[in-house]
């Protein structure tokens, strides 16, 4: 059982910036493919960034040049680093972990969840 706990969501104005980061319980975590998913009202949960076991990592077309993932398995860790950030971005932002050791871009793909956060770009 792996559980996670994102933080760092809030508020914040179009061009700024926010961190997001991912906690998560368990010995086996270098062994999971890791994503942030968002989801926005009325909106479906989409994939904004993955990265695998081992490292390669994954962009939507929408927040590539402005996102970067990264995961630091000493500490269980995997952080979202969002800049420039645009109105559009505001969803509830999620945290999830795969079995597969590769990055899906399919939520089902997913076996752990957090609770998620909220991250709000005014304009």
């Known amino acids: 059982q792996v559980q996670l706990a994102e933080s760092g969501g809030g508020l914040v104005q179009a061009g700024g910036s926010l961190r997001l980061s991912c906690a998560a319980s368990?010995?086996?975590?270098?062994?999971?493919?890791m994503g942030w998913f968002r989801q926005a009202p009325g909106k479906e949960r989409e994939l904004v960034a993955g990265?695998?076991?081992?490292?390669?990592?994954y962009y939507a077309d929408s927040v590539k040049g402005r996102f970067t993932i990264s995961r630091d398995n000493a500490k269980n860790t995997v952080s979202l680093q969002m800049n420039s950030l645009k109105p559009e971005d505001t969803a509830v932002y999620y945290c999830?972990?795969?079995?597969?050791?590769?990055?899906?871009?399919?939520?089902?793909?997913?076996?752990?969840w957090g609770q998620g956060t909220q991250v709000t770009v005014s304009s």
């Open positions: 999830a972990a795969s079995w597969v050791a590769s990055v899906t871009t399919i939520p089902t793909g997913y076996d752990y």
């Open positions: 990265i695998s076991s081992g490292g390669r990592t």
């Open positions: 368990g010995r086996t975590f270098g062994s999971y493919a």
